[in-house]
């Protein structure tokens, strides 16, 4: 039996202006070789910048990598060039709903749902969301009710997407915004975030005096995950906790992203 | 005592390694240094295990294990830690073009040497 990958292979060597980089993409990835896609897919993308199908499939590849963010900005760049791609849009709600963000994800489906009204999995999605985003809002409403002023509003506090935990506290070892869950699912983050007081007093006093100029993040890496903490703001600092997946050199770039999400959030706030 | 001239010695020999020091984490004191002049040596020994300290905290409250790496990165340079048995740190400071990925394996194969 010949062996559709190698085959594939042999057309795109033969004739490199085809598109059946999207069919190899797609069954390398189906075969599970994310390295191999991910190539493939850029080098579609390369290729063929104007065309949605591609992007579609780079996105595609990014999500099965856990790149979420990358993933996201590729899915948008095809409803830019293909305005109610189906594909996309349930590729962007996917991603909103992993993120635990339902609301996010209902007009992505809803999108989809008006581009294929017949497709029966996504009126069944669309159906689940809206009912998860009710039940939601009734718990909203009577947490609302008991949380102190200062933390309300915080919902929207998501920096980076795909952290397994994320902080935001004060000078004071005080929690903002945003939560980190041990993994037997207890809500862990007022302690982390009470360890955290003076961390950034400490990290800049340690720069200062090896003359290091101005701290910027400071991570510990264990077996089981990364803690990564900056000060987006001199008044805050920011505690993510991330897969111990995520390469160590990808930490700096994290870094730099969420401090800006915390800062943007935080004006958002003012 | 040999061992960790040695160990240390491997950790400073990795380019744009500024110095190198054996750290008592519960006291911050210095067990042992091979610093670049200028490096106030207590001074960094203390901060560093604090730092480190307050992390494995943290991370030990997160549900996560024991840190095997802390790392400060600062404008102009990057402070690493890695544990040696149950209370000693092994702490490098690295200038900003440092090899930091050779480093890091310098410093938990030296780390590995003296805790075993």
């Known amino acids: 039996m010949t062996d559709p990958i190698r085959e594939l292979t042999a057309q795109l060597a033969s004739d490199p202006q085809s598109l059946v980089f999207l069919e190899l993409g797609e069954a390398l990835r189906n075969r599970g070789q994310p390295a191999a896609a991910y190539k493939v897919a850029r080098m579609g993308v390369n290729r063929y910048p104007e065309l949605a199908a591609s992007h579609d499939l780079l996105a595609r590849v990014l999500a099965?990598?856990?790149?979420?963010?990358?993933?996201?900005?590729a899915w948008r760049r095809v409803l830019e060039l293909s305005p109610g791609h189906i594909g996309a849009n349930k590729g962007l709600a996917f991603l909103a709903f992993r993120a635990g963000d339902p609301e996010g994800a209902l007009p992505f489906l809803e999108s989809a749902l008006g581009a294929a009204p017949d497709d029966e999995g996504l009126a069944i999605a669309v159906e689940r969301v809206r009912t998860a985003l009710n039940g939601a809002a009734a718990r909203a409403t009577a947490a609302?009710?008991?949380?102190?002023?200062?933390?309300?509003?915080?919902?929207g506090f998501e920096p980076f997407e795909d952290a397994r935990g994320v902080v935001?506290?004060?000078t004071q070892g005080l929690r903002l915004a945003g939560t980190v869950d041990a993994p037997d699912g207890s809500d862990?983050?007022?302690a982390v975030a009470a360890h955290l007081q003076g961390v950034s007093r400490?990290?800049?006093?340690?720069a200062r005096l090896l003359d290091l100029g101005a701290w910027e993040s400071v991570t510990a890496e264990s077996a089981d995950g990364h803690l990564l903490v900056l000060a987006p703001t001199q008044s805050t600092v920011l505690l993510l906790l991330r897969d111990a997946r995520v390469p160590v050199g990808r930490l700096g770039l994290i870094a730099e992203q969420a401090a800006r999400a915390a800062r943007n959030w935080l004006e958002r706030l003012a | 005592m040999r061992n960790l001239g040695d160990a240390l010695e491997r950790v400073t020999r990795v380019s744009g390694i500024r110095g190198a020091m054996l750290v008592a984490e519960s006291d911050g004191l210095v067990v042992a240094e091979a610093l670049a002049?200028?490096?106030?040596?207590?001074a960094?020994?203390?901060l560093a295990a604090s730092l480190t300290l307050r992390l494995r905290r943290t991370a030990i409250s997160a549900?996560?294990?024991?840190?095997?790496?802390v790392q400060l990165r600062a404008e102009r340079g990057t402070v690493l830690s890695v544990p040696v048995g149950d209370d000693l740190l092994l702490v490098a400071v690295a200038e900003r073009d440092a090899n930091l990925g050779l480093a890091r394996l310098e410093l938990r194969q030296a780390a590995a040497q003296l805790g075993s």
């Open chain 2, 44 to 46: 960094v020994a203390a």
């Open chain 1, 168 to 170: 935001l506290l004060d």
């Open chain 1, 188 to 190: 862990v983050s007022d």
């Open chain 1, 64 to 73: 099965d990598q856990g790149d979420r963010h990358a993933a996201a900005e």
């Open chain 2, 63 to 69: 549900g996560l294990a024991v840190p095997q790496v």
């Open chain 2, 37 to 42: 002049e200028g490096l106030d040596g207590a």
């Open chain 1, 202 to 206: 400490e990290a800049s006093r340690a």
């Open chain 1, 144 to 155: 609302a009710a008991s949380e102190p002023s200062a933390l309300r509003g915080a919902e």
